[in-house]
């Protein structure tokens, strides 16, 4: 089992950034993904960005490219979401996840990962 743990959220402003962490525990060996997703109120839950492990890819959502990064640092078993020139519409509860078998292709289908954190509530106000 992996535990995973978001960090990081808060209330900013329009135009302004949030760093969110994630924190592996567990058997993170068995990983080779993980992604960030989100949820607002009354929506359904979207993909925002995925870490791919075998080649280091990286996958983003087209609503957050060029505003959003995502880094791991393997030492530590966590992984971040530096969202940067956020708007009012990025307020959701962002959700981190992990997968022990997905490919490339999976990255942002949320019913193919296999942990999820509790989430963590992001708010820009305009």
């Known amino acids: 089992q992996v535990q995973l743990v978001e960090s990081g959220g808060g209330l900013v402003q329009a135009g302004g950034s949030l760093r969110l962490s994630c924190v592996a525990s567990g058997r993170t060996r068995s990983m080779n993904a993980m992604g960030w997703f989100r949820q607002a109120p009354g929506k359904e839950r979207e993909f925002v960005v995925g870490?791919?492990?075998?080649?280091?890819?990286?996958y983003y959502a087209d609503s957050v490219k060029g505003r959003f990064s995502i880094s791991r640092d393997i030492a530590k078993n966590t992984v971040y979401l530096q969202m940067n020139s956020l708007k009012p519409e990025d307020t959701s509860v962002y959700y981190c996840?992990?997968?022990?078998?997905?490919?490339?292709?999976?990255?942002?289908?949320?019913?193919?990962?296999?942990?999820w954190g509790q989430g963590t509530q992001v708010t820009v106000s305009s």
């Open positions: 870490l791919y492990w075998p080649f280091g890819s990286t």
């Open positions: 996840a992990a997968g022990d078998a997905l490919r490339g292709s999976d990255i942002s289908t949320d019913r193919l990962y296999d942990y």
